[in-house]
């Protein structure tokens, strides 16, 4: 009978209910067109099937995030062009001098990622190397 349980009970369940409902994971890191093969292009979106020189994702560089001129060039591995901040990798145009670079490599993949912080967690695309959910506290 639930009349008979003692009210500190009730409340513990309805605490324990409730909290549960509570989401704190958020869509995090730095999104990035990075692939090996043009197959991954697809599953990024902003990110197409077109080779390119892209700063290397392992860095964790954000160059989407920058709003300000300041802002960006203070990241150290970003550029800023045109009103935007974009990855200084970018601007090598070929194979051989963009993997002579250090902190470049070369991308079966190109475009500007959004940035993973606009997504849901639920939206958050996962990559093997870019956007992840995080848990949150």
């Known amino acids: 009978m639930i009349a008979a349980l003692p009210q ?4 513990l369940a309805f605490l324990s209910v409730g909290l549960g409902c509570r989401r704190t994971d958020f869509c995090a890191g730095a999104p990035t ?19 390119v020189c892209v700063l290397d994702p392992l860095r964790g560089v954000d160059c989407s995030s920058p709003s300000t001129e300041v802002d960006c060039m203070n990241s150290g591995d970003c550029t800023w062009s045109a009103g935007l901040c974009g990855e200084s990798c970018g601007r090598i145009p070929d194979l051989p001098s963009c993997v002579s670079t250090p902190s470049c490599v070369w991308s079966a993949c190109s475009g500007r990622a959004r940035a993973c912080r606009l997504y849901s967690a639920d939206q958050c695309p996962i990559s093997p190397i870019g956007c992840y959910v995080d848990p949150g506290n």
Do not use: D, H, T
Request: with cysteine; proline share 9%.
């Open 33 to 51: 067109c990075f692939g090996a093969e043009a197959a991954q292009c697809r599953n990024v979106p902003g990110c197409l099937s077109a080779p």
């Open 8 to 11: 500190s009970l009730v409340l």
